[in-house]
Structure formats: C-alpha cells, structure tokens
C-alpha cells in the first residue's frame, strides 16, 4: 500500500524497514526540500537537506530534527523604571534598555522573559526606589539582563545608580554602560531652597537642577522594532521647591514622569511598559509615584519561523513582533506551528492581537463584524467583565449553520455560585433569546442552550479553554483545555431556524431583559459555521495556549 502527502503530528511508530533513496550522489539541490533524506553511498552516511540550502549529514546537524527552520530574532529589552524621591527630590532613572538580536534560533526552542516592574513611589523624605529588572533567559543562550532605573534622591542624600541613575543631591545616580545614562544634581545657589536633579534616561542624562525649574529627566531611545518608531526608556523629571516657586522638570520623552513641587502638583508617573522613571516631588508631604514597567519585545521575518506568546502584531514588510508587557514565555516554531483552524472561521476576536484589541472596540480579525466595548476593560491579553453591567455588543450574523462551534479562553470569579445565570455568548432570533452559552444557576454547570455540562476546571485564577459544538441532529459536545468534557443530544434553539436572522450577538450578556452578566475575563472568542472534530480543538488549545498556562 502507497501513501503520498502524509502530514504526521506528535510521534510516529514504524515498524519493519524505512527504505530511504540513496545513490552516489545527492539528488539536485533545486528539487530537493527542507527535511528530505538521502543515503550517499560514496560519504556511507545518511544526509539530510537543510535550511542552509545544501545536503549535510545527519549526525552533523545542530538544529531541529526536521531540517531546523532558524532564524535570527530581534529583541528590545526594558526594565522597570526607578520612583522618585520625595522632598526636593531627583527624577527615577529610565530602566536600562538593551536591543539585538538572538542569533539562529531553531524552531522548537523557548524563553523566559521575565518583564521589571516599576518602582513603587515612597513617602515624603525619603529616597525614591530602583525598578526591577527585566530578562531573557533559554536554554540556548546566556541569560540577557536590563538594570532597573536607579531611585531618584533627596537634595540632602547622595547616589543611586541603575540602568539609568537616578537624579537627586550633590552628586547623583550613574547609568548602566550600555543601557542608560547618568542623573543630574540638584541646584546648588540655594540649599534651603533646591530644585531635584532630573533622572537617566537610556538616550541622555538627566539635567541639573536650576535657580528656576528642576532638572529635565533623560530623553529615551527610540526604535522601530515594532514596525512604528516608539521611545522607550526616558527619566524623571526632578522636583521643583514650592517655597521659591520653581516648577517641577519635565520629564524624558519615553515615558518619563514630570517633577513635581509642594505636595505633588504637576507630578507625573512613569509610562506603563516604556521603563520611564517617575518624576520626583518636591518640599511638603506629598508621596512620588511609580515608575514605568517594563517590556519585552521580539520580531522575525514571518517567512522563516513562527512564535507564540504576548501580544501580537505587523510589523511590516513581512515581519511579525510580539509585545510582553508581563513576564511569560515566547515559544519558537516552524511557520506552520501555532496555526489555529480557519475553516468555516467567522469571527475572531483576540486580546493578544494588536489589530484586534482596543478599548472601545473589539476588532473580528475575519472583518465580519465588530464588537462595541460597553464596560469591560482592557488589561494584558484579556478583557474584564464586571458581572453587573459589562458587555461586548457584536453587529452582523456570526452563527448561520446547524453546525456550529464556539471557542474561548476565560475565567470566572465565582464557579461555584447558585442562583444567577452568567452568559458568556448569547445571540438574537428576532426579538427571542436564539442560541446561549454560559453558566447555569447551578454551581459549577454550563449550559449550551438547553444542555447542561458540569465543568471541572473554570475558576478565577487559571484560564481555562473552552469549546462547545453542535452538529445538525442537535448532539452538543464540550470540551476542557483540549480534551472532551460531557456529551447531550437532543439539542433545540428557542426559535426554530430563525436564530440565524440574528439581529445581534453579545459577550458578556443575555440578549432580551435578562441582566445574565460574565462575571470574569475573557480573552478570545472564535465562532465556527461547522462542527470541530477532537483533533480541531485540540489543534486550537495547543496553538493557543501559551498565554495561557
């Protein structure tokens, strides 16, 4: 028996002879394909065509087993941002930034990235706190590590050196070499009344205090990785002195925050995933803020390998980049790796995609329709829903088949509640309820439509995918994490057919005057006009899952 064009997934068993073509020579380079084997009987050895576009043998090979896509994969690396100080204090320093690249990475590797936080702010006097730091780290490289900003000063304190320095005293914090530049001082024609020094920044150093205005934190680096030209990493501006009027420095371009005077006005934190350090604040009792977290970002030619985990987008040009802004893990494979099924594939909505995520809309990759945000709120890679009042209200048709599948990635806060219908998908038939999805009023039951399934793993602390599918006779199937859950027949819409003239479909809510709000997150929804067989969900969780688990 002959077969052609198999495709095997996992791992294989063969027993008996694998016969592989072999000849004194190896067969033409323009016909051969990435993983073909030969067996050269003049080398006596089994060779295998690579990506480097010639036959090597196999004992010779380095990268993956299947002929090794690789790539070189660009990187830009941000710590947190250091806090302020308080009390005619200096500007946080910017988180070090590091940019490169990680060179001839083979499908099948991983890394752990480990994203800084911002320092948190201090009370007044005292001396602003560093950033944390933010890694790379993988079995294949040296672990790659940013220094978190240095903590901005009190005029009367000196020295706090990170990525970035903080700014502050007489003398202040010294940068990183490679990452971030020194903080400014403070002014020095008056110590009873002083202006803070500005903070680091990865681009230039902070300004000095003056007579006048406290020190200018550090402009920030900017890079195009993402495809757009974004700064990263600017300090804090340092504190003004209310006493004598002088205003707070403004802060670097990159996400630095601006000085403050007296008890905070005019103070400024760190921006979110720049690494800016916050600006310090002045003479009285007021607190400084946070500084910046940081990021982690990666890109490729999308020709060459694919990835997952963070935040997805186009970075133009054939290229695609992935933005953590959290600490997580960034899988590498081939270009058919984490493919999701896209067969009878009618809405898409992603929170880890940059061309689907917003605050106000949520955007169908397949363009059949989008979602009005009402509510629910934009986090990492996922969107809170309240339980009393959020929704995502769909326009156009998304389920018009017998058939029918619906996919998510959620969470919910109470599993365990009796008395209240959570609904996760609902959509309209005229003016009835026409196809529901969510949780029953039963503790731990969900229901797709008239069929119920008591689930084992949804709670408020893990993901958890789920999968329902219909087929024409009305059998409902669920599935947990990639594997079958419980099974009904029999299953019936509330009105006969006409679910399909659907006015609507929402996230989070009951059509009609039923208040059956998600009470959790939610980060993706896929609808499917076709029944996905065990091997399709399982594909789905796998290529989905690293954001996950």
């Given at each position: 028996?002959?077969?052609?064009?198999?495709?095997?997934?996992?791992?294989?068993?063969?027993?008996?002879?694998?016969?592989?073509?072999?000849?004194?020579?190896?067969?033409?380079?323009a016909s051969?394909?990435?993983?073909?084997?030969?067996?050269?009987?003049?080398?006596?050895s089994?060779?295998?065509?690579?990506?480097?576009?010639?036959?090597?043998?196999?004992?010779?090979?380095?990268?993956?087993a299947?002929?090794?896509?690789?790539?070189n994969?660009?990187y830009?690396?941000?710590a947190?941002?250091?806090?302020?100080?308080?009390?005619?204090?200096?500007?946080?320093?910017?988180g070090?930034?590091l940019?490169?690249?990680?060179s001839?990475?083979?499908?099948?590797?991983s890394?752990?990235?480990?994203?800084?936080?911002?320092?948190?702010?201090?009370?007044?006097?005292?001396?602003?706190?560093?950033?944390?730091?933010?890694?790379?780290?993988?079995?294949?490289?040296?672990?790659?590590?940013?220094?978190?900003?240095?903590?901005?000063?009190?005029?009367?304190?000196?020295?706090?050196d990170?990525?970035?320095?903080?700014?502050?005293?007489?003398?202040?914090?010294?940068?990183?070499?490679?990452?971030?530049?020194?903080?400014?001082?403070?002014s020095?024609?008056?110590?009873?009344y002083?202006?803070?020094?500005?903070?680091?920044?990865?681009l230039?150093?902070?300004?000095?205090?003056?007579?006048?205005?406290?020190?200018?934190?550090?402009?920030?680096?900017?890079?195009?990785?993402?495809?757009?030209?974004?700064?990263?990493?600017?300090?804090?501006?340092?504190?003004?002195?209310?006493?004598?009027?002088?205003?707070?420095?403004?802060?670097?371009?990159?996400?630095?925050?601006?000085?403050?005077?007296?008890?905070?006005?005019?103070?400024?934190?760190?921006?979110?995933?720049?690494?800016?350090?916050?600006?310090?604040?002045?003479?009285?009792?007021?607190?400084s803020?946070?500084?910046?977290?940081?990021?982690?970002?990666?890109?490729?030619?999308?020709?060459?390998?694919?990835?997952?985990?963070?935040?997805?987008?186009?970075?133009?040009?054939?290229?695609?980049?992935?933005?953590?802004?959290?600490?997580?893990?960034?899988?590498?494979?081939?270009t058919?790796?984490?493919?999701?099924?896209?067969?009878?594939?009618?809405?898409?909505f992603?929170?880890?995609?940059?061309?689907?995520?917003?605050?106000?809309?949520?955007?169908?990759?397949?363009g059949?329709?989008?979602?009005?945000?009402?509510?629910?709120?934009?986090?990492?890679?996922?969107?809170?829903?309240?339980?009393?009042?959020?929704?995502?209200?769909?326009?156009?048709?998304?389920?018009?088949?017998?058939?029918?599948?619906?996919e998510?990635?959620?969470?919910?806060?109470?599993?365990?509640?009796?008395?209240?219908?959570?609904?996760?998908?609902?959509?309209?038939?005229?003016?009835?309820?026409?196809?529901?999805?969510g949780k029953?009023?039963?503790?731990?039951?969900?229901?797709?439509?008239?069929?119920?399934?008591?689930?084992?793993?949804?709670?408020?602390?893990?993901?958890?995918h789920?999968?329902?599918?219909?087929?024409?006779?009305?059998?409902?199937?669920?599935?947990?994490?990639g594997?079958?859950?419980?099974t009904a027949?029999?299953?019936?819409?509330?009105?006969?057919?006409g679910?399909?003239?659907n006015?609507?479909?929402?996230?989070?809510?009951?059509?009609?005057?039923y208040?059956?709000?998600?009470?959790g997150?939610?980060?993706?929804v896929?609808?499917?006009?076709?029944?996905?067989?065990?091997?399709?969900?399982?594909?789905?969780?796998?290529?989905?899952?690293?954001n996950?688990?």
């Amino acid at each position: 028996m002959i077969f052609q064009g198999i495709n095997v997934s996992g791992s294989m068993n063969v027993t008996g002879s694998f016969v592989v073509p072999k000849g004194t020579a190896n067969p033409a380079t323009a016909s051969s394909k990435q993983g073909d084997l030969f067996f050269n009987t003049e080398l006596d050895s089994l060779v295998v065509f690579t990506t480097s576009g010639s036959w090597t043998p196999v004992g010779d090979v380095t990268a993956s087993a299947d002929g090794g896509a690789s790539t070189n994969i660009e990187y830009l690396l941000v710590a947190g941002g250091g806090s302020g100080g308080s009390n005619s204090a200096g500007g946080g320093g910017a988180g070090g930034l590091l940019s490169s690249s990680l060179s001839s990475v083979v499908s099948g590797s991983s890394f752990t990235v480990t994203v800084g936080a911002g320092a948190s702010g201090v009370s007044y006097n005292n001396d602003g706190l560093q950033g944390v730091n933010s890694t790379i780290s993988g079995t294949s490289i040296s672990t790659i590590t940013s220094i978190g900003g240095g903590g901005g000063i009190r005029f009367d304190t000196d020295d706090a050196d990170g990525g970035s320095g903080g700014g502050g005293g007489a003398t202040a914090g010294t940068g990183t070499v490679g990452q971030g530049n020194d903080g400014g001082v403070r002014s020095t024609d008056n110590v009873s009344y002083t202006t803070g020094g500005g903070g680091g920044g990865a681009l230039v150093a902070g300004g000095n205090g003056s007579s006048t205005l406290g020190g200018s934190g550090g402009n920030g680096k900017t890079s195009m990785i993402t495809g757009t030209s974004t700064t990263y990493a600017g300090g804090g501006g340092g504190a003004g002195d209310s006493r004598s009027s002088r205003a707070g420095g403004t802060g670097g371009s990159g996400g630095g925050g601006n000085g403050g005077y007296n008890s905070g006005n005019g103070l400024t934190a760190g921006g979110s995933n720049t690494g800016g350090g916050s600006g310090g604040n002045g003479y009285s009792t007021g607190a400084s803020l946070n500084g910046g977290s940081g990021v982690a970002i990666f890109a490729y030619d999308s020709g060459s390998i694919n990835a997952a985990g963070g935040i997805v987008g186009d970075a133009g040009n054939g290229r695609k980049y992935h933005q953590l802004n959290e600490s997580g893990t960034f899988k590498i494979g081939s270009t058919s790796d984490f493919q999701i099924i896209t067969e009878s594939l009618s809405a898409h909505f992603d929170a880890a995609h940059f061309s689907s995520r917003g605050s106000s809309t949520w955007t169908d990759l397949r363009g059949n329709g989008n979602g009005s945000i009402s509510g629910a709120t934009l986090n990492t890679h996922y969107y809170t829903f309240d339980g009393s009042n959020d929704v995502v209200n769909i326009s156009g048709e998304k389920l018009t088949s017998d058939n029918m599948s619906i996919e998510v990635w959620l969470t919910i806060d109470n599993p365990s509640e009796s008395g209240t219908y959570r609904e996760i998908i609902s959509q309209q038939a005229n003016s009835n309820r026409g196809l529901y999805f969510g949780k029953t009023s039963t503790a731990n039951q969900l229901r797709f439509g008239n069929r119920t399934y008591n689930f084992s793993s949804i709670n408020a602390s893990t993901f958890t995918h789920l999968v329902a599918t219909r087929n024409s006779s009305g059998g409902v199937i669920f599935y947990e994490n990639g594997s079958q859950g419980g099974t009904a027949s029999g299953h019936t819409f509330s009105t006969s057919q006409g679910v399909y003239n659907n006015t609507g479909t929402r996230i989070g809510r009951q059509y009609g005057n039923y208040t059956e709000y998600w009470d959790g997150n939610i980060a993706q929804v896929r609808f499917y006009n076709k029944t996905l067989s065990a091997a399709e969900v399982l594909q789905n969780y796998n290529a989905t899952k690293t954001n996950f688990i």
